[in-house]
């Protein structure tokens, strides 16, 4: 992917202009937005592979918005002024805990950790708009859907393979659990899991074969102990 959506939900002007600035050195190739709050952030109903999130925005909490958050996002990062709150920040799809005492250099490497973790492109994959590059954990599913393959970045990202097989998608994304005959899931996506769906963090759902059932859900229960 030549450029992905990222944003910054801060309610200061000035912590919003350098964030800006920082990020967009880390991350070149990516399209910043910037909120004011996270009830802004929610009815934009925009998703974003990256969040910056302050933990106080004005009257609203960071971490309690959390959860809604991360139904439009694949990650996110907080940077903050709160570092006494660190502990409760940590959850599935957080990728990183930086502090606004840190020095312009210490926010830039912080970031540049979350970006080669997350988001370097290691891969590459034929689709119908070209040849798009791309780091694995982005990927949230693969789904056929008659002859048609597609890979799922979020809602909003969404690319037909050319000239694939469900087979080999699982051999060279082998971190991505088999559900059914048609569809391989990134498991760090779900939110919630029963024997008969899961629910991904954007609100996509997915439904296990029975006889997958149960291995899915070994496996997913193997990931979050």
């Not at 597609?150 to 809602?155: D, M």
């Not at 296990?208 to 496996?219: A, G, I, L, N, T």
Request: proline share 4%; aromatic share 10%.
């Amino acid at each position: 992917m030549k450029q992905y959506p990222i944003c910054i939900i801060d309610d200061s002007e000035e912590d919003q202009k350098r964030l800006l600035n920082i990020a967009g050195k880390v991350f070149p190739e990516a399209v910043c937005s910037v909120f004011s709050s996270c009830s802004e952030f929610l009815a934009s109903s925009s998703y974003y592979l990256l969040v910056l999130l302050d933990i106080q925005v004005a009257e609203e909490d960071g971490i309690r918005c959390s959860q809604k958050i991360s139904m439009h996002a694949s990650f996110i990062a907080y940077v903050t002024s709160y570092n006494e709150r660190v502990m409760d920040a940590f959850a599935p799809k957080v990728a990183g805990f930086l502090t606004k005492s840190m020095t312009d250099e210490e926010l830039s490497a912080g970031l540049q950790k979350i970006r080669n973790r997350y988001f370097v492109p290691s891969m590459q994959i034929r689709t119908r708009t070209g040849v798009i590059s791309f780091h694995p954990s982005m990927v949230q599913y693969i789904s056929k859907r008659g002859r048609t393959i597609y890979i799922s970045f979020g809602k909003e990202m969404e690319y037909q393979l050319v000239a694939e097989t469900i087979q080999h998608c699982q051999e060279i994304l082998p971190d991505l659990c088999r559900i059914n005959q048609s569809e391989l899931v990134n498991l760090d996506y779900v939110r919630s899991i029963t024997p008969e769906e899961l629910e991904l963090y954007d609100g996509t759902r997915l439904f296990p074969s029975r006889r997958e059932r149960r291995h899915v859900q070994e496996v997913f229960l193997r990931r979050i102990q």
